[in-house]
């Protein structure tokens, strides 16, 4: 079990501690998701909270355990944790009760016996968790069993819907841990208002308050040395358009968009030395390759490999314009990538449903260009307004003071009030035998 001991002395004088249970931490990087649980940490100490990370051992996520520290924010403890499909797979095959409720079920063990060091040594006021690896709640659901401390769940995505997660036994063991967290969770907090909404509806018997909202954000820090470019007046020049991030084939489906620029290609209406799509770190670049393929705009759509997370963010604050995708079967999700695309100060095409949570937050903010994501022919005349919306001297720009309740400052402090307020009303049952 690895501790940041730098910052003990740090961590004793800040008051309560809590502790955070998160498979995804530093130096995992893949998902735009890790920040939230990483900032979290970073900024909690400013409102009095001491955070102390559970997190599993680099080797779990691939990352070899001198290749980063993880955060240096507070506390980080790390347990056993091995992966399913990479660890225990022989040639892609592996039994299937080992990967339920996730493939890194193996982690739950060392997790849960590692938690309860922590809670008697240090008797922290409440427990935080977050999917959506849904072994991290499971812990959660041990350590609030055996301790009797509050309990804050946390959610990034909805847990079931119609269509995830797919597999009887998945399902039904899904099923049961999000039933079980809305049950026993003293705070239970979504990402979007959409999904807040839904499990109200779903849970109608979870008294009023306990289930909020803390969106997803980003840090002011991070953007601190970055511009965005001087103009180029140059009308000629070739504009750039990004995409950064995972493209599911479901929830982020771009063959409407692949298709819209095909037909403006053959209508001469954008030309390959005027306009460059590049499409970062896909995660699904086969499936977004014969795309291209089979529309023939390789010329114009590129495939560009994953940058490490800062140099992701400096390329989101130097393009032309941003594209975010977002299919009608996630309305109640937003793509964290929203948000740091916000802060980015560039132009966003959003493609998603009108009705959804990501158009409602980009129309919040000014950022009106939208089209369906499931519709080339709207996505034709959406694409070619953005474009000379791009040439005008004034940029259409999020509206930077209606973003920053979006920092992730501010909502580490919506988490600090949070916790607080469950240590003032319910006194933890058991610590003193702990």
């Not at 409102?47 to 997190?55: H, S």
């Not at 499971?138 to 909805?158: E, H, K, M, N, T």
């Not at 771009?254 to 037909?263: D, H, N, R, V, Y």
């Not at 034709?380 to 999020?398: A, C, H, I, V, W």
């Amino acid at each position: 079990m690895l501790g940041a001991g730098n910052h003990k002395q740090h961590h004793r004088n800040l008051g309560p501690n809590l502790l955070m249970v998160a498979f995804h931490y530093p130096p995992y990087s893949v998902s735009s998701g890790v920040q939230r649980a990483a900032k979290f940490a970073k900024y909690l100490p400013q409102y009095g909270i001491a955070p102390m990370v559970l997190t599993a051992k680099p080797f779990a996520y691939g990352v070899k355990a001198d290749g980063g520290k993880g955060s240096d924010d507070g506390f980080v403890f790390r347990s056993f944790a091995l992966d399913t499909v990479t660890h225990l797979g022989v040639k892609g095959r592996y039994p299937g009760f080992l990967a339920l409720p996730d493939r890194w079920i193996s982690w739950f063990p060392a997790a849960v016996v590692s938690g309860m060091r922590l809670i008697r040594k240090h008797r922290p006021l409440a427990v935080w968790s977050t999917y959506p690896i849904a072994t991290t709640h499971l812990v959660a659901i041990a350590l609030q069993r055996i301790s009797g401390l509050p309990w804050v769940a946390d959610f990034r995505d909805p847990m079931v819907d119609e269509v995830h997660p797919q597999g009887k036994a998945k399902r039904r063991l899904f099923t049961w841990i999000e039933q079980t967290v809305l049950q026993r969770a003293d705070s239970i907090c979504f990402t979007t208002p959409g999904a807040a909404a839904m499990y109200r509806e779903r849970y109608p018997e979870v008294r009023e308050g306990r289930i909020c909202t803390i969106s997803n954000g980003f840090d002011e820090e991070d953007f601190i040395s970055m511009r965005a470019p001087a103009r180029n007046s140059d009308e000629a020049r070739r504009r750039v358009l990004l995409h950064s991030g995972t493209i599911y084939p479901l929830e982020r489906d771009p063959t409407s968009l692949i298709k819209a620029i095909a037909q403006l290609k053959e209508k001469k209406l954008i030309v390959a030395d005027r306009l460059k799509v590049v499409l970062r770190a896909t995660g699904h670049d086969a499936f977004v390759r014969a795309l291209l393929l089979n529309y023939q705009v390789g010329d114009i759509v590129e495939i560009a490999p994953g940058l490490q997370y800062s140099d992701a963010l400096r390329e989101m604050c130097e393009v032309d314009g941003l594209l975010l995708l977002q299919a009608g079967n996630c309305n109640n999700q937003i793509p964290a990538k929203a948000y740091e695309y916000l802060r980015a100060a560039r132009p966003i095409f959003t493609l998603a449903d009108p009705t959804g949570d990501t158009a409602a937050l980009m129309r919040s903010v000014g950022m009106t260009c939208i089209s369906p994501i499931d519709n080339p022919v709207q996505i034709e005349r959406g694409l070619m307004t953005f474009l000379s919306q791009l040439d005008k001297p004034s940029l259409p720009l999020p509206q930077h003071e209606l973003i920053t309740r979006f920092s992730r400052r501010h909502q580490a402090g919506e988490l600090a009030e949070i916790v607080k307020s469950l240590g003032r009303n319910r006194l933890p049952k058991g610590m003193s035998k702990i």
